[in-house]
C-alpha cells in the first residue's frame, strides 16, 4: 500500500505548479509532451488510488480482494468496463465505488486518448480575446481574428 502512496505522491508532485513551470523551460520533450504526460500522470494517479480506495475500504468485506494486485485488477476492469466478474464489490458502498471508478476513469482515459489523437496546439495567450491555445502555424487568433505575433525560436 505504501507503492501507491507514494506513486500517489509523485503525481501531486508533478501538479506542482513550480515542477511544472521548470519543466517547460528546461525540457523541449516535456514542452512538446505536456498535454499527453499530464493526462498519463493523471490517469496513473487515478487508477492507484481507486486501486488503494478499492482494497482499504473492501478487503475486508469481499474474499475475492485478497491483496493489492486483486484491488488494481477490479479497477482496470471497471475502468475499462470490461467487468469480467470474478471479483464484485457488493453492496452500496462497493456499487458507489464501482460507479465512481467507471464513470471518472473513463472520462480521464478519454482525455488521454483526445490529447494523443488530436493535434498538439501552442500556449499563447490572445491579447485581444485571451484565447490560450492556438495552432502550431497560427497567424490570427481563430475566436477574434487579432494578429498574433507567436515567438517560434526557429523551430517549426
Known amino acids: 500500500m505504501s507503492w501507491s502512496l507514494r506513486q500517489t505522491r509523485r503525481g501531486s508532485l508533478l501538479h506542482s505548479y ?3 513551470r521548470d519543466l517547460r523551460r528546461d525540457t ?3 514542452r512538446r509532451n505536456e498535454d499527453v504526460i499530464v493526462s498519463s ?3 496513473g494517479v487515478f487508477i492507484f488510488f481507486m486501486s488503494t480506495l478499492v482494497f482499504v475500504l473492501r478487503a475486508d468485506h469481499n474474499p475475492d480482494i485478497v491483496g493489492y494486485v486483486d484491488a ?3 479497477t ?3 475502468l475499462t468496463t470490461t467487468g469480467f466478474g470474478d471479483i464484485v464489490l457488493t453492496g452500496t ?3 458507489f465505488l464501482a460507479v ?3 464513470v471518472a476513469g473513463v472520462a480521464l482515459f478519454l482525455r488521454l486518448a483526445q490529447t494523443v489523437f488530436w493535434p498538439s496546439k501552442l500556449r499563447y495567450k490572445c491579447p485581444e480575446c485571451g484565447l490560450n491555445r492556438h495552432e502550431t502555424d497560427a497567424v490570427h487568433c481563430k475566436h477574434c481574428g487579432h494578429l498574433l ?3 517560434t525560436g526557429g523551430a517549426s
Open 100 to 102: 465512481v471508478i467507471m
Open 72 to 74: 488494481l485488477y477490479f
Open 18 to 20: 513550480h515542477v511544472l
Open 28 to 30: 523541449p520533450f516535456f
Open 41 to 43: 500522470v493523471n490517469l
Open 93 to 95: 458502498v462497493g456499487r
Open 76 to 78: 482496470v476492469s471497471a
Open 149 to 151: 505575433k507567436i515567438e
